[in-house]
C-alpha cells in the first residue's frame, strides 16, 4: 500500500480502543457575507437547526440571529450600498429556489425572484447601489437585473442551459456561461442589441464555468482548463477579439478551484486544489501579476468574498476534526483569524485525520483517496464512501459520518474514481458516457486494493455513497455480487430513464454530456442502469432519501426499496420528509448519518459471525 508520509496539517488525535459513543456533531458556520465597509460579517450557520442567517460584529464576535424565516437558506450576499441582504432559499430543502431580500436589520423581507418553478441564483450586485444580477431557470435560463429596493425586473436574455455571471457596471454588456456540464463556454451580451458572441475558441474540449469583468470593462477574466489539464485563470481582451486569452495564473502541481475579485477589479483570491484535495490561498494583484501566498487557516477552504472596499477577505474553512467555520484574512499581511471568538472549543478532539493512499485501477489509471484508521491493528471491517457528482471530490474535510464509523471501529476509504474533479480535464470527463464502466470498476479496485492491502477483511466491506455516489454503490452491487457485505445508498440513480424523465428539466439537460441522451444513448443508458440488473444485488441495504427531492426524484430509491421486498432481500428505506436532495435540517442529517452507522456496523458484524 502506497501511504503518503506528509502529516496532516490537523495532527491525529488519540484514539481509544474500544468503540465509543459519538456526539452529535457541532454545529457548521459558512458563507460569509461581509458588509461593504468590512465592519460586519453576515453567514449562514445551522446552529439552530437548519441553515439561518446569523450576523457578527468583526470586532465582537457574538452573532445575532435575523429572522429570515423557516426555510434553508443556501447563499447570502451583502449589496454594495450596505442595505441590503439577499439570501437564497430552498423551500422544502427542494432543488429548487428561490431569491428574497431583506435588510441587514431583519426587516422589509420579501421575495424578488425564484417565482412558481422556476429556480433563482444570485450572480452578484451592480457597483454602488441594489440592483442585482440573477438568473432564473426551469426549462431554460433567464438572465435578469433585480432592484432590491423595488423589486423591478428586467430580462437581459433568455436560452437554454444559460446562466448570468457578470454585468458591467454602466448595464451595458452581460457575461453569460452556456452549456452542460464540463462542456460549459462563456459568451459576451450586448444588452441594448441583444447580440451574443463566444469567448475563447471552440476547441471541443474542457470547460469554462467562471468569469468576470475586469474593471474598465475591456476585458473578461475567466478560470477555464480549456488550454490546459488543470485549471487556471485567463485574461480575454474584448477589444482584440482576435488575440488568444493571456495566462494569469496557473500550476502544474494543482488546480484553480476558485477565483473571487475585489469589487474594484484590482485584487483577486484564487484558492488552489493540491493533489488529493487540500486547499492552498494566495492573493493576485491583477494589475502587476504578482502572487502571494496566503497560510491557509484549514485543510479545505472556500466561499472566499471580499468586503467591498478590499480591505478584508473572509472565507470558510474546516478540517477532519474542524467544522465548518467563517475566518477572516488580512488582505496586506496574510494575517487570518477566526469570525468567533469560541473557535477553540469547536474542535472534535476525539476525530481521527485521515492518510492520502495511492492505487491503480485495473486499467492502469492512477487513483486516489483518504483512508480513516480505526484504533489498533488491521484489518477492519472497511467501507468505501463514494462522493457525489461525479464531478465532486473526496477531500480532507469535516465528516461526521466517517469520524462515527471510526468511533465503532469501522476503516472508510472515500476514493476519487474517475470522473472527480481536481485531477484535471481529462480525469474528470474519463466517466463520461460509456466511460462510466470505468468508474464502476474503479469501485471493485478500490475494493480489491483494502483487501489486499490488509485494510480490510473479506467478507466485512461494505459501501455507502450519497447522489451520484448512490448510484455507484447500486451500480458496484449489482456489477459486482459477492464483493460487498452490504451497501447505503442515499440518494441514489437506479434507473436513468426514470431520472431524466423525473429530475428538474434543466438537470436533465444539463447531464446528457456526462451520462448520455436518454433517446440517442437509450441501451447504453439501460444497461448502466442499476434497475436493470436488480436481481444480481443480494446483500442488505439502506435506502435513504429526502421525500422533496426533485434533482434525484425520491422514486429511484423506492423502486429498488420495491423490486429488493418482491425478492425478499433484507433493506431498509428511510424517507427524510421536509428535505430535498441535501438533507440542509441538522436533525434529518443526524437521522440519516444514525442510520448508516447503524446499518452498517450491523450487517458487517453479522457476517463476521456468519464466517467465523
Known amino acids: 500500500m502506497s501511504v503518503r508520509t506528509e502529516a496532516p496539517r490537523t495532527a491525529r488525535r488519540a484514539r481509544p480502543a474500544i468503540p465509543r459513543p459519538v456526539s452529535p456533531p457541532v454545529g457548521a458556520d459558512f458563507a460569509p457575507a461581509p458588509s461593504p465597509d468590512g465592519r460586519r460579517v453576515a453567514f449562514l450557520s445551522d446552529r439552530a437547526g437548519t441553515p439561518g442567517v446569523w450576523v457578527c460584529e468583526v470586532d465582537a464576535g457574538t452573532p445575532v440571529a435575523l429572522p429570515v424565516g423557516d426555510e434553508p437558506v443556501l447563499a447570502l450576499s451583502w449589496s454594495p450600498d450596505g442595505q441590503w441582504l439577499a439570501c437564497v432559499v430552498a423551500p422544502g430543502g427542494a432543488p429548487r429556489t428561490e431569491l428574497w431580500v431583506l435588510r441587514p436589520d431583519g426587516t422589509r423581507r420579501r421575495q424578488v425572484a425564484g417565482f412558481g418553478r422556476r429556480s433563482a441564483t444570485l450572480a452578484g450586485w451592480l457597483p454602488g447601489g441594489a440592483l442585482m444580477a440573477v438568473t432564473e431557470t426551469d426549462a431554460r435560463g433567464r438572465a435578469l437585473l433585480v432592484d432590491a429596493a423595488t423589486g423591478h425586473r428586467r430580462v437581459l436574455a433568455e436560452g437554454e442551459l444559460l446562466t448570468l455571471l457578470d454585468v458591467t457596471a454602466d448595464g451595458a454588456a452581460a457575461l453569460l456561461r452556456r452549456g452542460p456540464r464540463n462542456a460549459r463556454w462563456l459568451e459576451l ?73 475585489s469589487a474594484d477589479g484590482q485584487r483577486g483570491a484564487l484558492l488552489w486544489n493540491t493533489y488529493g484535495g487540500r486547499s492552498e490561498l494566495s492573493l493576485l494583484d491583477l494589475t502587476t501579476g504578482v502572487q502571494r501566498a496566503v497560510t491557509a487557516p484549514g485543510e479545505v477552504l472556500g466561499d472566499a468574498v471580499f468586503a467591498a472596499d478590499g480591505g478584508l477577505l473572509c472565507l470558510t474553512a474546516q478540517g477532519p476534526v474542524r467544522p465548518p467555520e467563517v475566518w477572516l484574512v488580512d488582505p496586506s499581511t496574510g494575517a487570518s483569524r477566526p469570525l468567533r471568538s469560541d473557535t477553540a472549543a469547536r474542535t472534535d478532539d476525539a476525530g481521527v485525520a485521515p492518510h492520502l493512499v495511492d492505487l491503480r485501477a485495473r486499467d492502469g489509471l492512477p487513483l486516489s483517496g483518504w483512508l480513516y484508521r480505526p484504533a489498533g491493528p488491521g484489518p477492519w471491517p472497511t467501507v468505501i464512501s463514494l462522493h457525489g457528482g461525479p464531478e465532486a471530490q473526496e477531500r480532507p474535510g469535516h465528516h461526521p459520518l466517517f469520524q462515527a464509523l471510526v468511533a465503532q ?6 476514493p476519487n474514481v474517475r470522473g472527480s474533479s481536481g485531477f484535471g480535464r481529462s480525469f474528470v470527463a474519463a466517466d463520461n458516457l460509456a466511460g462510466r464502466y470505468g468508474a464502476i470498476a474503479d469501485v471493485a479496485a478500490c475494493a480489491e486494493f483494502l483487501v489486499d492491502a490488509g485494510v480490510a477483511r473479506p467478507g466485512q466491506l461494505g459501501c455507502l455513497g450519497r447522489s451520484y455516489g448512490g448510484y455507484l454503490v447500486l451500480a458496484a452491487l449489482v456489477n459486482f455480487p459477492g464483493l460487498f457485505a452490504a451497501g447505503v445508498a442515499e440518494c441514489g440513480i ?17 447531464a446528457v454530456s456526462k451520462y448520455g441522451d436518454p433517446r440517442r444513448d437509450a441501451d447504453l443508458l439501460r444497461d448502466l442502469s442499476p434497475m436493470t440488473h436488480i436481481d444480481r444485488l443480494d446483500v442488505p441495504v439502506l435506502l435513504i432519501h429526502g421525500a422533496n427531492d426533485t434533482n434525484v426524484p425520491a422514486g429511484e430509491s423506492a423502486q429498488v426499496a420495491e423490486a429488493l421486498a418482491a425478492r425478499g432481500v433484507p433493506h431498509g428505506h428511510l424517507v427524510l ?23 452498517l456496523t450491523r450487517h458487517l458484524a453479522a457476517t463476521a459471525s456468519v464466517l467465523g
Do not use: C, K, M
Open 189 to 261: 451580451l450586448d444588452v441594448a442589441t441583444g447580440a451574443r458572441r463566444r469567448l475563447l475558441p471552440d476547441s471541443g474540449r474542457g470547460s469554462t464555468d467562471q468569469g468576470w469583468f475586469g474593471p474598465d470593462g475591456t476585458s473578461v477574466l475567466a478560470r477555464t482548463d480549456a488550454y490546459s489539464e488543470l485549471a487556471a485563470l485567463v485574461r480575454v481582451d474584448l477589444t482584440r477579439p482576435e488575440q488568444p486569452p493571456t495566462r494569469l495564473a496557473g500550476r502544474p502541481d494543482a488546480e484553480l478551484e476558485h477565483v473571487t475579485p
Open 409 to 414: 471501529g469501522v476503516a472508510v476509504f472515500a
Open 494 to 510: 437506479s434507473d436513468f430513464h426514470t431520472f431524466f424523465a423525473g429530475t428538474e428539466p434543466w438537470i436533465a439537460a444539463a
Open 577 to 599: 420528509a421536509g428535505e430535498g436532495h441535501d438533507f440542509l435540517s441538522r436533525a434529518n442529517a443526524e437521522a440519516a448519518r444514525t442510520a448508516t452507522t447503524a446499518w
